[in-house]
Nanobody, 125 residues
Framework: HVQLVESGGGSVQAGGALNLSCAAS????????MAWFRQAPGKEREAVAA????????KYADSVKGRFTISQDNPKASMYLQMNSLKPEVTAMYYC????????????????????WGQGTQVTV
């Protein structure tokens, strides 16, 4: 059973920064990709950033390019999201997701590609 645990959320003023963490119980190398998604109240969940676990290639939503950075630490089975220059519109629950070793692949920023999800960590700006 795969477990993902997010941490690092909180309340910050506009212009501030946060670094989210995601700890996975499954060895990251067993999943070809991991990603961060977010869901604001009254809105659908949307992709923020994704990382291919082999090679470290990344993909970002246009709205966060240049301000957010996704990274991973394979030995620690962890993924991170450094968020800088935060704006009120990024207020949302942030979720960590991993594909695992099964399922169809629809692309790194599509929700349907991911099979396992964390409980989320709240970010408020």
């Amino acid at each position: 059973h795969v477990q993902l645990v997010e941490s690092g959320g909180g309340s910050v003023q506009a212009g501030g920064a946060l670094n989210l963490s995601c700890a996975a119980s499954l060895a990251i190398y067993r999943s070809n990709a991991m990603a961060w998604f977010r869901q604001a109240p009254g809105k659908e969940r949307e992709a923020v950033a994704a990382i291919y676990t082999s090679g470290g290639n990344t993909k970002y939503a246009d709205s966060v390019k240049g301000r957010f950075t996704i990274s991973q630490d394979n030995p620690k089975a962890s993924m991170y999201l450094q968020m800088n220059s935060l704006k009120p519109e990024v207020t949302a629950m942030y979720y960590c997701a991993t594909r695992g070793d099964r399922g169809a692949w629809y692309g790194p920023l599509l929700e349907a590609s991911y099979n396992y999800w964390g409980q989320g960590t709240q970010v408020t700006v």
